[in-house]
């Protein structure tokens, strides 16, 4: 029985990558008046590195004017991420981020279902307050009976301590929960805590290649491209009633559609 969603946050609930972080990195390195720039193409190689400050530090490796010295660099690391994260939420709260189609209305459909709610992510607090203060109000939190986020936890995605962590907040076995994602390494993180995963594939991780899921797609806003394919119903996206039925089923597929 389905107990409870555990959401992923960047690349799942919005193309937060993409749209935003990015983008804020680069005002942030503009500030601090740094020549740096993360396109599209380089971010994309960097998201395979978690976490903003663990990042920033993989991108310095390959920077020539970036600090010789381990303090310095943990320094500069610090106050770019501190600049990142206010551009990020200004970014959010003039509207340049919006959700992804389908999620506001899944979110809101469970909660008036009276299925819980998490939010596991390894991203910064103040970007989750930020993103869903903005789409659901100063309350946002009264929707999650769990909020797990990167400040929780010593190890990020694919390490399982976040969803663990989730768990045990929720006071739920790990098989009454489905976990939401965009990502290799967030699928990976959700199976090695045994949640069951769900994949709505993302800008940077559409060809992902992901191992074991119960049903993976281009996105909630849709019913068609997704394997195991939703039985048919009136609804043009992804409603409760498909994740439950995919839940209750259980039929692990890969990558490719192909059942376990």
């Known amino acids: 029985m389905l107990g ?22 680069n005002r942030a390195f503009a500030a601090m008046g740094l020549a740096w720039h993360w396109d599209v193409a380089r971010y994309g190689q960097l998201l395979r590195v978690t976490g903003g400050k663990e990042r920033l530090f993989a991108a310095m490796a390959t920077e020539s004017d970036a600090p010789v010295l381990l303090g310095e660099r943990e320094a500069l690391a610090r106050e770019l991420h501190r600049l990142k994260n206010r551009c990020y939420a200004e970014s959010v709260h003039s509207g340049a981020i919006p959700l ?4 506001a209305e899944l979110i809101d459909e469970a909660w008036e279902s009276g299925v819980r709610q998490g939010i596991v992510t390894t991203t910064s607090r103040v970007n989750v307050d930020a993103l869903l203060g903005r789409h659901f109000g100063p309350d946002w939190a009264k ?5 797990v986020c990167g400040e929780d936890v010593a190890r990020k995605k694919p390490d399982p301590e976040a969803h663990q962590r989730a768990l045990a907040a929720l006071r739920l076995a790990a098989v009454n929960t489905l976990a939401i994602e965009d990502s290799c390494a ?11 995963v769900l994949v709505t594939r993302s800008a940077y991780f559409a060809a992902d290649p992901i191992d074991v899921a119960v049903a993976i797609g281009p ?3 849709t019913r068609l491209g997704w394997h195991p394919a939703p039985p048919e119903r009136l609804a043009e996206r992804i409603t409760l009633d498909d994740i439950v039925d995919w839940h209750s089923r ?3 597929v890969s990558d490719h559609g192909q059942p376990i």
């Open 219 to 221: 996105g909630l806003h």
């Open 4 to 25: 409870a969603l555990l959401w992923d946050v960047d690349g799942t609930l919005a193309e937060t990558e993409r749209d935003g972080h990015r983008v804020a990195f």
């Open 143 to 147: 929707r999650f009976d769990a909020v």
């Open 186 to 196: 967030g699928a990976a993180a959700a199976r090695a805590a045994d949640v069951p």
């Open 250 to 252: 259980m039929e692990l």
């Open 100 to 103: 992804r189609p389908g999620v």
